[in-house]
């Protein structure tokens, strides 16, 4: 097993990434029925927390299904992620995790997310002044480094354990990289090797098969992996890698009949929780992914995406499945979208 302070994971935990706009509750929910063990909010920042932003508040919702969970903040100022992290603590997740990730010139160039990690004092008192806020437990999720010549994950590990964090999640690029080119786990291996090191630490990058997933696992001696892109419209990466890392063999995909109600269980989450409008409108980006593979399915999802109410999209979800019946939902590999111009974070 693993532990984050009290905090008690399996072995080999599988983390389901913090992903703006994509990790809400309809979808940690689908994820949470497919074996995520550990699952993060979207960030939240600090000052919009501080504000009473509405829309940052509402990414405090959890729910006790989806335990254990992590609220994430960021910022570049102690005041202000301290007073954040008093905020979270009345909501009661089950950790409090501080992005110092974050790409995006918006974050990174104000001195918050992967912006600290051109200066590892100011990353020091940040988590510290949380770590002295809350009651919870704190860890954090970074990237090497800023640079390539400025990898600093190494001694950034060290320090942020000196000060409290109870976990690590590294993302093995640098701000500078993005998205771009493909991550590295070198450094990871090495962090989570070093014999000063003995909170656990989280892989993360470019996850996207149950035979890397064990691969990397084996190779770098990481005590969990985290998951971002390769979940989203395919919640079943986590049943296939525990499956293949508990038993060496390849799962098989899900049938159709599972691809439309697991659909359907995140459209109507997606209601309940952002309302009809809004609901219906978000789900959009969805069924792509969900119904991805099947021949000539344009027709139905051109569809899908115009309708307004809940019986009509799940009446033609019901089409489509009566349409492929016996059809053999082929294995596709999941496409890593590059999301370094698109992506917010
Ligand atoms: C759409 C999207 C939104 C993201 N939002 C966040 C975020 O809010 N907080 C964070 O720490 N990382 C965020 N990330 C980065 C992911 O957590 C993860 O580190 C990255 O996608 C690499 O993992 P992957 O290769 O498994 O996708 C985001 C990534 C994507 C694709």
Same mark, same amino acid.
């Given at each position: 097993?693993?532990?984050?302070?009290?905090?008690?994971?399996?072995?080999?935990?599988?983390?389901?990434?913090?992903?703006?706009?994509?990790?809400?509750?309809?979808?940690?929910?689908?994820?949470?029925?497919?074996?995520?063990?550990?699952?993060?909010?979207?960030?939240?920042?600090?000052?919009?927390?501080?504000?009473?932003?509405?829309?940052?508040?509402?990414?405090?919702?959890?729910?006790?299904?989806?335990?254990?969970?992590?609220?994430?903040?960021?910022?570049?100022?102690?005041?202000?992620?301290?007073?954040?992290?008093?905020?979270?603590?009345?909501?009661?997740?089950?950790?409090?995790?501080?992005?110092?990730?974050?790409?995006?010139?918006?974050?990174?160039?104000?001195?918050?997310?992967?912006?600290?990690?051109?200066?590892?004092?100011?990353?020091?008192?940040?988590?510290?002044?949380?770590?002295?806020?809350?009651?919870?437990?704190?860890?954090?999720?970074?990237?090497? @480094?800023?640079?390539? +010549?400025?990898?600093?994950? *190494? !001694?950034?590990?060290?320090?942020?354990?000196?000060?409290?964090? %109870?976990? /690590?999640?590294?993302?093995?690029?640098?701000?500078?990289?993005?998205?771009?080119?493909?991550?590295?786990?070198?450094?990871?291996?090495?962090?989570?090797?070093?014999?000063?090191?003995?909170?656990?630490?989280?892989?993360?990058?470019?996850?996207?098969?149950?035979?890397?997933?064990?691969?990397?696992?084996?190779?770098?001696?990481?005590?969990?992996?985290?998951?971002?892109?390769?979940?989203?419209?395919?919640?079943?990466?986590?049943?296939?890698?525990?499956?293949?890392?508990?038993? @060496?063999?390849?799962? +098989?995909?899900?049938?159709? *009949? !599972?691809?439309?109600?697991?659909?359907?269980?995140?459209?109507? %989450?997606? /209601?309940?929780?952002?309302?009809?409008?809004?609901?219906?409108?978000?789900?959009?980006?969805?069924?792509?992914?969900?119904?991805?593979?099947?021949?000539?399915?344009?027709?139905?999802?051109?569809?899908?995406?115009?309708?307004?109410?809940?019986?009509?999209?799940?009446?033609?979800?019901?089409?489509?499945?009566?349409?492929?019946?016996?059809?053999?939902?082929?294995?596709?590999?999941?496409?890593?979208?590059?999301?370094?111009?698109?992506?917010?974070?």
């Amino acid at each position: 097993m693993v532990k984050i302070d009290n905090l008690v994971l399996p072995d080999f935990p599988l983390l389901l990434a913090p992903m703006e706009d994509v990790s809400d509750p309809p979808f940690r929910a689908v994820c949470k029925d497919n074996g995520a063990d550990l699952m993060y909010t979207e960030f939240i920042s600090s000052e919009a927390l501080i504000r009473d932003a509405i829309k940052s508040r509402k990414k405090l919702d959890i729910f006790d299904y989806e335990r254990p969970i992590g609220i994430q903040i960021f910022g570049g100022d102690e005041d202000s992620l301290a007073m954040a992290s008093r905020i979270v603590d009345v909501t009661n997740p089950d950790l409090l995790d501080i992005n110092f990730g974050c790409p995006v010139k918006k974050v990174a160039c104000k001195g918050a997310g992967a912006g600290v990690l051109k200066d590892i004092d100011l990353m020091v008192r940040l988590t510290a002044a949380c770590v002295k806020a809350t009651k919870l437990p704190v860890t954090v999720k970074t990237r090497l @480094g800023w640079d390539d +010549a400025t990898k600093n994950i *190494e !001694e950034v590990a060290e320090r942020l354990q000196d000060v409290g964090i %109870k976990a /690590l999640s590294i993302h093995g690029r640098t701000r500078c990289q993005m998205y771009k080119g493909e991550a590295d786990w070198t450094l990871i291996g090495k962090v989570k090797n070093n014999p000063r090191i003995h909170i656990p630490i989280f892989g993360n990058g470019d996850i996207e098969s149950p035979q890397k997933a064990l691969e990397y696992k084996n190779r770098y001696g990481v005590d969990g992996i985290m998951i971002g892109r390769a979940a989203i419209g395919y919640p079943w990466i986590f049943r296939e890698i525990k499956h293949y890392v508990q038993t @060496g063999e390849v799962m +098989a995909p899900p049938t159709l *009949e !599972e691809r439309v109600a697991v659909c359907k269980k995140h459209l109507r %989450k997606s /209601l309940e929780w952002k309302g009809p409008k809004v609901g219906i409108f978000e789900m959009r980006r969805h069924y792509a992914n969900y119904l991805k593979g099947l021949p000539n399915i344009k027709e139905y999802r051109n569809r899908l995406v115009i309708l307004n109410t809940l019986e009509e999209i799940e009446s033609v979800l019901d089409e489509v499945l009566a349409a492929y019946q016996g059809f053999e939902a082929p294995h596709i590999p999941i496409e890593l979208i590059n999301y370094h111009e698109k992506c917010p974070v």
